[in-house]
């Protein structure tokens, strides 16, 4: 079965530094896609990022940008020029490829990011 | 467009009531999903339905959980009689796509039980 860890429960970052959360993976499928998901206080869960397996190239979305590293098993993510509405509890997740029996996410334990003004 | 919409945000009951929470998915989104993170915890798949056919409940703790999804549209989720380890976020999702990479789940506010 699949797991994913993040074990960093939480992380601080003072504003406009740059800030790294990790998550590592265990999977014995070659092909899936991962996830980070960004919740608010009291706001719904949005999607920040997602990477493809099959691409070598890491995604990058604005300031939010991944480090993945397949043979790892490691994808984390990066937040550049961090803002104050950046603070949130942050989640990694997988989901197994397409031609699998489900398509259901499976998420770490997640990291709440402080962000420091 | 709206988004998913849950209801009630929180609810408290005690231990052996029941209780029952609804999930309004994105218009035209045939999938939909619950989740739920306990205190602490990774938050947890417990099913999936595909319209009003559920497509996978592996997640689902045990038979005081029931889910249901009424002509396809919006999904409930009772939990009777609800335990003190009911407790927690129950968040729903919503997908139009369930295949490639424009395959997204959105969620919803989520709902959080207390049992007490």
């Known amino acids: 079965a699949q797991t994913v860890t993040q074990s960093q429960p939480e992380m601080s970052v003072q504003e406009a530094e740059t800030v790294t959360l990790s998550c590592t993976y265990d999977?014995?499928?070659?092909?899936?896609?991962l996830f980070w998901y960004k919740q608010p206080p009291s706001r719904q869960m949005i999607l920040v990022i997602r990477?493809?397996?099959?691409?070598?190239q890491n995604a990058t979305e604005n300031r939010f940008s991944v480090n993945f590293q397949k043979a790892a098993k490691s994808f984390s993510l990066k937040i550049s020029d961090s803002q104050l509405g950046d603070a949130a509890m942050y989640f990694c997740a997988y989901r197994s490829p397409d031609y699998g029996a489900t398509n259901k996410l499976i998420f770490g334990t997640g990291t709440l990011l402080a962000v420091q003004p | 467009e709206a988004g998913v919409t849950q209801f009630p945000s929180h609810s408290v009951i005690e231990k052996g009531q029941t209780v029952t929470l609804r999930c309004d998915p994105i218009s035209g989104h045939d999938n939909l999903y619950w989740y739920r993170r306990v205190m602490g915890k990774e938050i947890k798949f417990l099913l999936h339905?595909?319209?009003?056919?559920?497509?996978?409940e592996s997640g689902m703790p045990n038979n005081r959980f029931l889910a249901e999804r009424t002509g396809g549209t919006y999904s409930t989720l009772k939990v009777q009689p609800a335990e003190l380890e009911d407790s927690g976020v129950y968040f729903c999702?919503?997908?139009?796509?369930?295949?490639?990479?424009?395959?997204?789940?959105?969620f919803g506010p989520g709902t959080r039980l207390t049992v007490t």
């Open positions: 990477q493809e397996a099959y691409k070598q």
């Open positions: 339905f595909v319209k009003e056919s559920k497509q996978d």
């Open positions: 999977t014995s499928e070659s092909d899936y896609y």
């Open positions: 999702a919503s997908s139009r796509f369930i295949q490639g990479a424009a395959y997204e789940q959105y």
